[in-house]
């Protein structure tokens, strides 16, 4: 497997899963895209065991996934923004991958894409959780080729609840008085800048890979 | 008055945790304090089960310490930074609190503070930490950050590695200026041949760094715990001279 691809988002098949998909399809390699929260892994404990041979002393899931980054030469890491930062699944995962950095940097020269899906339409914190990971990328030696961010969905769109909520994030969103219907859903597909630059990236990688 | 601390700092007695029970025991009231790394709080599945209940439906310590968080006037919280963020324990129990938020803000009034400690860039999740609590309904009174021992001192082979914590936040790597080489400069010599990933050269001054050694960085933290008292004092004044005025 040449590309990996990995989701912090736990939502099934969701607009962060599905751009991060989009720039491996892109690249017509051999890839797998891994989603977090069907794996069981837990935050770094800063123990310090991984300082002298690279492995984690955690026995969770974390050693599935290492395996596969150990076995991959690019990297799609993809979050989502919670409370303007990335959330703690895709932060659990730069975490983990700390036991890969000390003494041998072992993930040093590999290519490295940021992708964050936030709400968008203004507010930064979706560029705030790419960047996040593209910053987490480049300490740990990585060639970050680019980072994209997509809109998605609020979730006070799909909360169900319809009568007047004194904390919904519609009308910040779109426009005071605004209420939660089907029409103001997004999909990451219609998003055509957001899918060319992704396709853009995707064909990068194959091209830094195969040539 | 009822106050509780919650460490997302994973490190056995951590300064996070210092600071914390400094603030809580300046409070003078009934405190408790939580290590996030001691119970198991997950992040938040994004189910929206709870938009009705605020209750998290996950199985976990999130539903005794949630009823915490519901009984106590004012919340501590503090957290190491790892890659330029709160810790990974202190950004799941921060999502779990979502579940007490939706239509009816639960945690709306209560009083915070927030601590943050690390090498660099700790003054970002002192600041991420309030706005979250803040989207929370939760009125911040006081925030502080300190700088702590860096893994790279203790995990034994600092002095000689490319890639310590000062390499990775340098000028070089980031393009922005932490401020590490300035605020360590009893801790730690970078030396003149060393270059960021490339060559490691360092010498250590100390062991470690501990905020129980820094009067000053203590001396904030009771500040905040005096603040929290005299807040809430207040507000129960001003909540029964409303009373009477009735």
Redesign the interface.
């Known amino acids: 497997m040449q590309v990996l691809g990995i989701s912090g988002?736990?939502?099934l098949n969701s607009n962060t899963d599905r751009l991060i998909k989009t720039v491996l399809d892109a690249t017509g390699l051999e890839y797998e895209l891994v989603k977090l929260?069907e794996y069981d892994i837990h935050?770094?404990?800063?123990?310090?065991g991984c300082?002298?041979d690279n492995i984690c002393k955690q026995q969770d899931d974390w050693h599935i996934i290492e395996n596969k980054i150990k076995e991959c030469d690019a990297l799609v890491i993809g979050g989502y923004p919670?409370?303007?930062?990335?959330?703690?699944?895709t932060?659990?995962l730069?975490?983990r991958m700390?036991s890969m950095?000390?003494?041998k940097?072992l993930n040093k020269g590999k290519i490295g894409v940021a992708v964050a899906v936030g709400i968008g339409r203004g507010i930064p914190s979706v560029d705030h959780a790419a960047d996040?990971i593209a910053?987490?990328m480049?300490?740990e030696?990585i060639n970050v080729i680019g980072k994209i961010s997509g809109t998605g969905n609020i979730?006070c769109l799909?909360?169900?609840?319809g009568?007047p909520?004194?904390?919904s994030g519609v009308p910040m969103l779109f426009g005071a008085g605004a209420i939660p219907s089907k029409d103001k859903y997004t999909a990451i597909e219609d998003q055509k800048e957001v899918i060319e630059k992704a396709n853009e990236i995707g064909c990068k990688i194959r091209e830094m890979l195969v040539n | 008055m009822k106050v509780i601390g919650i460490s997302g700092?994973?490190?056995a007695d951590s300064n996070t945790d210092t600071l914390i029970k400094k603030i809580l025991d300046a409070t003078g009231a009934e405190t408790e304090f939580f290590k996030l790394?001691d119970i198991k709080v997950g992040?938040?599945?994004?189910c929206?089960k709870c938009?009705?209940t605020n209750e998290c439906i996950l199985n976990d310590d999130f539903k005794w310490l949630s009823k915490k968080v519901m009984e106590a006037d004012a919340i501590v919280i503090g957290s190491?930074t790892?890659?330029?963020?709160?810790?990974?324990?202190t950004?799941?129990f921060?999502?779990r609190l979502?579940s007490m938020?939706?239509?009816k803000?639960l945690t709306g009034g209560k009083l915070a503070a927030t601590v943050a400690v690390g090498v660099a860039a700790e003054s970002m999740v002192t600041e991420?930490m309030g706005?979250?609590l803040g989207?929370g309904g939760m009125e911040i009174v006081g925030s502080m950050t300190a700088k702590g021992t860096p893994?790279c001192f203790?995990?034994?082979?600092g002095e000689s590695?490319?890639?310590p914590v000062w390499n990775?936040y340098s000028q070089e790597?980031?393009g922005m200026n932490f401020g590490v080489e300035e605020s360590y400069r009893e801790f730690l010599e970078i030396l003149p041949d060393n270059k960021p990933?490339e060559h490691g050269s360092a010498r250590f001054l100390a062991e470690y760094r501990s905020v129980k050694d820094e009067p000053e960085v203590l001396a904030e933290a009771r500040k905040i715990g005096q603040a929290l008292k005299d807040k809430f004092e207040n507000s129960k004044k001003t909540a029964g001279d409303q009373k009477c005025k009735c």
């Open positions: 988002s736990p939502v929260s935050p770094c404990r800063a123990c310090l300082a002298n919670t409370y303007g930062t990335l959330d703690s699944r932060k659990m730069t975490e700390y950095h000390h003494q940097m996040q910053a987490f480049e300490m030696g979730t799909s909360c169900g609840y009568g909520c004194g904390i | 700092s994973p490190t790394s992040p938040c599945i994004a929206m938009v009705y190491s790892f890659y330029g963020a709160a810790s990974a324990f950004k799941a921060i999502e979502y938020r939706h239509i803000l991420w706005n979250a989207a893994c203790v995990c034994g082979i590695c490319h890639y990775a790597m980031t990933y």
